[in-house]
């Protein structure tokens, strides 16, 4: 299974997620969330480069729990909270941020 | 029902311990130990975790597994505080002769001697080691 993107093949899990998430650009992040019907926003790109960076930091998708206090603890509680997160992916920061985010399935995400 | 509320209220905080004896890479364990850990972080457990004999490499900074075509999950460990878990420790004499120090390491842990760390093991309700 994969996505096509300009001229390129990349491939993703039965759940849309990219097996390689060295072959995530903006374009696909954009590419997955036309196909999960969700418009990104400047809040969304903010939430998806933070797990981008998350990511590359601790080689991990953080669990939601701990998603929202590193959001809190870099921007403050208004964005750092699950109302606010499940605001912008209404199917989840894990299930929809981090798919968008190319990134795999958060551990400890049941 | 009756037959819950017989129990006391507050469901048992459980000690936990995860022992790594085993070098990071060539097999599963320590990442696989890893993800429970992480997983565990969920319930609401007194996790620890102990490192010793060649399990102290996992938390070697400086790892290039990529060579080897392996994700770098030692930068993981770094995640352990996000996740709530705090209580780490390191097996002095292990540590020691294989000529590490608490400088090479990737997090800060717990230096604890063997006799120690028997003791704060027999005192876990579960012990799980790989």
Redesign the interface.
């Known amino acids: 299974m994969s996505y096509q993107i300009g001229g390129k093949s990349i491939e993703h899990d039965e759940e849309g997620y990219l097996v390689d998430i060295g072959q995530w650009d903006e374009d696909v992040a954009k590419m997955i969330a036309e196909a999960e019907k969700l418009p990104l926003s400047d809040e969304h790109w903010e939430v998806i480069h933070f797990l981008r960076e998350y990511y590359t930091e601790y080689q991990i998708a953080p669990a939601i729990r701990v998603l929202t206090k590193a959001l809190t603890k870099k921007m403050g509680e208004a964005k750092g909270n699950n109302k606010y997160l499940y605001e912008l992916f209404p199917y989840g920061p894990a299930k929809q941020a981090c798919k968008i985010a190319g990134l795999p399935k958060p551990t400890g995400c049941v | 029902m009756s037959a819950e509320s017989d129990n006391s209220a507050e469901p048992k905080v459980k000690r936990f311990m995860y022992v790594n004896r085993k070098a990071p890479h060539g097999t599963v364990y320590a990442l696989e130990v890893l993800?429970m850990v992480?997983?565990s972080?969920?319930f609401e457990q007194d996790v620890h975790i102990a490192f010793l004999d060649d399990g102290v490499f996992q938390v070697k900074k400086g790892q290039n597994p990529a060579v080897l075509e392996m994700?770098?999950?030692s930068?993981?460990y770094?995640?352990l505080e996000?996740?709530g878990i705090e209580k780490v420790f390191i097996e002095k004499e292990s540590m020691e002769e294989r000529g590490l120090s608490a400088d090479d390491l990737i997090i800060p842990v717990e230096v604890i001697g063997r006799e120690e760390l028997g003791a704060l093991m027999e005192s876990m309700d579960v012990v799980l080691s790989a």
Do not use: H, P, S
């Open positions: 993800e992480l997983i972080a969920m994700k770098d999950f930068k993981t770094r995640a996000g996740y």
